[in-house]
């Protein structure tokens, strides 16, 4: 800070270039309320929960807090999520927890849109271009959601099949002196019921 402060009143850097050693890898992640999903569409709101991640080489520089009103009229950056580790793929691992950890609920926000592209093989191999984004267009479709839409219909298919086996009603057999209804078959809960 106090070399910027420095440079920026118009004195000479005093370091020399190979006397900056860049040490470890820092990933920047920008976090807005943009619905990735639908062209990055801006996404309006009052933040109702914030969870912010922590530990070690890891930076929340946000500006928003519960009951923050997210508008149309400004930038819609809520903030930067920042990591730092010894190596890129100790920091996309970083990165990818401190996203899991991030929670931001009344808008919609761009972190799962990040933590595709943490999982994403070219990004994690470096293999970046300004047209990343146009080279992977599956990044933008939402398949996660796809599968958590067919995973809850499955979930439903299956308890509806369990409450209609619970439901189900056996025909009494002829000449059966059980006495028994077939709502008392079926679990119906009034035994003085016949």
């Known amino acids: 800070m106090e070399i910027q402060i420095k440079m920026a009143a118009g004195e000479p850097l005093e370091l020399r270039q190979e006397e900056l050693v860049p040490t470890g890898h820092a990933i920047e992640c920008r976090i807005t309320s943009e619905d990735p999903l639908r062209g990055f569409l801006p996404s309006t709101g009052r933040i109702d929960y914030l969870r912010q991640p922590g530990g070690p080489g890891v930076r929340w520089d946000g500006g928003i807090i519960n009951g923050f009103e997210v508008g149309l009229h400004y930038d819609p950056l809520l903030g930067k999520l920042i990591v730092h580790a010894g190596s890129r793929d100790a920091a996309i691992r970083r990165m990818a927890r401190a996203l899991d950890e991030m929670v931001i609920r009344g808008v919609e926000s761009c972190i799962p849109f990040h933590r595709e592209v943490m999982e994403e093989e070219d990004f994690r191999e470096g293999k970046l271009s300004i047209r990343y984004l146009e080279d992977h267009p599956d990044l933008l479709k939402g398949e996660e959601d796809e599968s958590l839409l067919k995973a809850a219909a499955a979930t439903a ?17 002829e000449g059966s002196s059980s006495g028994f209804s077939a709502w008392k078959r079926a679990g119906w809960p009034f035994s003085g019921c016949r």
């Open 157 to 173: 298919a299956l308890l509806q099949e369990k409450e209609s086996r619970r439901l189900r009603v056996l025909p009494e057999k």
